[in-house]
């Protein structure tokens, strides 16, 4: 006979650190249960459902983010004249805006649901790349960087947010993994489209032609339309409406996350919702990580080209070699995503592949040679590239309830996209060929999130050792069930996931 799964029926060793004993869902006679293969089932179906989904998306939104980059070493620079820090200022527009509109962007989104939403704001930015590519000065430029930001500001942490609807504590790190991993795949493919819409000859009409670093925006961006548009025919609003499901798979589905959340799907964002995602500790521990993580990620995918190019490389060349960097940090991020969920562990994960990233800028700070320096980027990228998708799913982790949820994910992000704008700044004109300050910036940035992880898992290992010799209880003094409920993770029989 199949293992029936009921959480009420785990022993304490059974149950994922980060979770809040359950009482009866709402409505329900008695504590709802199904098979462990029902279960499986269902997480198999909405994997393919979600999934690859969501993974396209950011590929896109990440591909026109950075595209900047490449279209600079293809002729961009020396036709809008972005001499000096012109280039910098450009893309410090688009993180600036970016940070502002996501915590707003996943209220919305709460409100909205994310069948349109989140192809719109795909949409939204696809369309901006194309009219990057009619640009004539610097002016314009930054007006459509910070159009950019608009769109793109609400993409990350509403995909994020959107999946920890779909998904329990222990198999979100995984599924962020794969989706955020897009970025350093969008870096392996975006060398390669780039390298090769830049070889389209000039086209278009009298006023407004399209070449080489024109031609990477247009078509990026049209391309990003067109999927973004076919997106809506897959994703479901909810669990609920997935259309892959049967009618008892969906109540699988949204029963399972009811009753690990101890709350309702439906539940609107209140202002007591946002004060509990500001005052989690947790929380700016991830933000703090996301920020140091976002020096090296950000400023590795826009300047990685012209990084390579002044070892030497050629233009084109340079595209190519920056292929295989991102395709391993792709297959390193999705790993150990993957390990993370398996032992319910994430600082462990986050701090051990800082190593990777202090040597690979040690050698590029002091080191010499194209190819000791070449390989220092490997480093860099393999050790920085998990960091993203392991602090924000272990903000998300531990936030009880999808309200706070939707407010933790755009508050790691805004937070963490500070990062991008000073990576912006890491890697000056005047600091190149070697960039000494840019290299040492990011190495400071890998010894901080080795402190933050090991502060993090501190954190949450003491504060659940205290919840279990019941040091927490007093919260619970002359509440009322529906009050108890609202504590969140501050509900003393919450667990942190360390």
């Not at 004993?21 to 293969?37: C, D, F, H, M, N």
């Not at 076919?230 to 399972?256: F, V, Y």
Request: charged share 15%; net charge neutral; proline share 4%.
């Amino acid at each position: 006979m199949a293992a029936i799964r009921s959480l009420h029926e785990k022993s304490d060793s059974e149950q994922p650190d980060a979770v809040v004993l359950e009482t009866k869902s709402e409505g329900s006679s008695e504590a709802p249960s199904w098979t462990v293969e029902e279960e499986t089932a269902v997480r198999r179906k909405l994997d393919w459902q979600l999934v690859p989904t969501v993974t396209v998306l950011y590929l896109l939104c990440f591909l026109d983010r950075i595209n900047i980059g490449n279209a600079r070493i293809q002729g961009m620079e020396q036709e809008l004249d972005l001499y000096g820090y012109r280039f910098n200022i450009a893309t410090s527009i688009f993180y600036i805006v970016y940070l502002t509109v996501e915590v707003p962007s996943n209220i919305l989104l709460k409100h909205v649901g994310p069948r349109f939403y989140l192809p719109g704001l795909v949409v939204g930015f696809g369309a901006v790349s194309v009219a990057t590519a009619f640009v004539k000065t610097f002016d314009q430029l930054c007006a459509v960087r910070a159009l950019l930001g608009i769109f793109e500001g609400g993409t990350m942490p509403g995909l994020a947010f959107f999946l920890s609807s779909f998904y329990k504590r222990e198999e979100l790190y995984f599924r962020v993994g794969i989706y955020v991993s897009a970025a350093s795949t969008a870096g392996a493919f975006g060398g390669l489209l780039a390298a090769g819409l830049s070889q389209i000859p000039e086209w278009g009409v009298a006023g407004s032609k399209l070449h080489t670093w024109r031609n990477i925006f247009f078509f990026e961006g049209l391309i990003t339309i067109l999927v973004a548009m076919l997106a809506p025919i897959i994703l479901p609003q909810s669990p609920e409406t997935s259309k892959i499901l049967t009618d008892r798979e969906k109540w699988i589905a949204a029963e399972r996350l009811r009753l690990e959340h101890k709350s309702q799907p439906n539940e609107k964002v209140q202002l007591r919702h946002v004060k509990l995602a500001l005052s989690n500790i947790n929380n700016y521990i991830c933000a703090a990580g996301f920020f140091a993580i976002n020096i090296t990620v950000q400023g590795l995918s826009v300047f990685m080209p012209t990084i390579l190019k002044e070892l030497g490389y050629e233009s084109l060349r340079a595209q190519y070699f920056t292929v295989p960097v991102y395709a391993a940090a792709s297959i390193i991020a999705i790993g150990v995503g993957l390990l993370s969920d398996k032992t319910r562990m994430r600082g462990l994960y986050l701090a051990l592949f800082t190593f990777l990233g202090m040597a690979g800028f040690a050698m590029l700070r002091w080191g010499s040679g194209s190819q000791v320096k070449y390989a220092a980027v490997y480093l860099c990228a393999v050790g920085a590239f998990p960091g993203g998708p392991g602090f924000l799913s272990w903000g998300l982790n531990n936030s009880a309830g999808p309200a706070v949820r939707a407010v933790t994910g755009g508050w790691i992000v805004t937070l963490g996209t500070m990062g991008g704008i000073l990576a912006v700044w890491a890697y000056l004109p005047n600091d190149g060929p070697s960039y000494p300050i840019g290299h040492t910036i990011n190495f400071s940035a890998q010894v901080f999130v080795l402190f933050l992880s090991a502060f993090g898992i501190y954190y949450c290992v003491r504060e659940n050792r205290i919840r279990a010799r019941g040091g927490r209880d007093d919260r619970l003094v002359g509440l009322t069930e529906e009050e108890k409920a609202d504590l969140g993770y501050r509900h003393p029989d919450f667990r942190y996931i360390s």
